[in-house]
């Protein structure tokens, strides 16, 4: 990827978290970039096909993240993709971008191209954690389980919480990252 669609993506990021979905702009991110429209325009058509672009990205960004990792215990692995998922690299930022990521999502029903983004993103991340337990159920660390069920369950528990957390500003996401090690994560661990 070139340096200047990175910067375009990075202040796509910026923009979002600035003004929302609802009022995001392609001059918005143009501003934000300190480039002009005309050359978000010449990378990206359409403001759809920079989101479409930006949320590929954004599942890349998490892939490499995950590369990364130097945790080769998959009950580790998983506490730290959980801590992740639930709050982030940094929790700067995180609202303001989980209000206008919920507000991309709602636009989904309607718009074909970030469905099909959204749903790449969501079996990638479901993927992850369905083999992080796979592992660990070959490695003995886990009871034998059903890996793609309960990575679904744990995906949707976190989303769910990340939504309420965005929504009402709670402390539903600590509360949940308990739960979870209490009743998903204590009954996968053998001891």
Request: charged share 30%; hydrophobic share 40%.
């Amino acid at each position: 990827m070139s340096e200047t669609k990175e910067e375009i993506l990075r202040a796509t990021y910026h923009a979002l978290c600035e003004h929302g979905f609802a009022d995001l702009t392609m001059q918005a991110i143009a501003d934000e970039a300190g480039v002009s429209k005309s050359l978000l325009h010449y990378h990206y058509d359409t403001k759809q096909d920079l989101i479409t672009s930006f949320l590929g990205a954004f599942t890349e960004r998490f892939e490499d993240e995950l590369d990364s990792l130097d945790a080769d215990d998959p009950a580790e692995r998983l506490d730290i993709i959980l801590d992740r998922l639930l709050f982030g690299q940094d929790d700067s930022d995180q609202t303001d971008f989980g209000r206008a990521f919920l507000e991309l999502r709602a636009q989904a029903p309607h718009e074909p191209a970030y469905r099909d983004q959204l749903a790449a993103n969501e079996e990638f991340l479901r993927g992850v954690l369905a083999d992080t337990i796979a592992e660990g159920i070959d490695q003995g660390v886990f009871h034998d389980v059903d890996p793609e069920r309960t990575a679904r369950l744990i995906r949707a528990t976190v989303d769910g919480a990340r939504s309420q957390h965005v929504t009402l500003g709670d402390d539903t996401r600590e509360v949940v990252r308990d739960a979870l090690d209490d009743h998903v994560i204590s009954d996968l661990r053998v001891e």
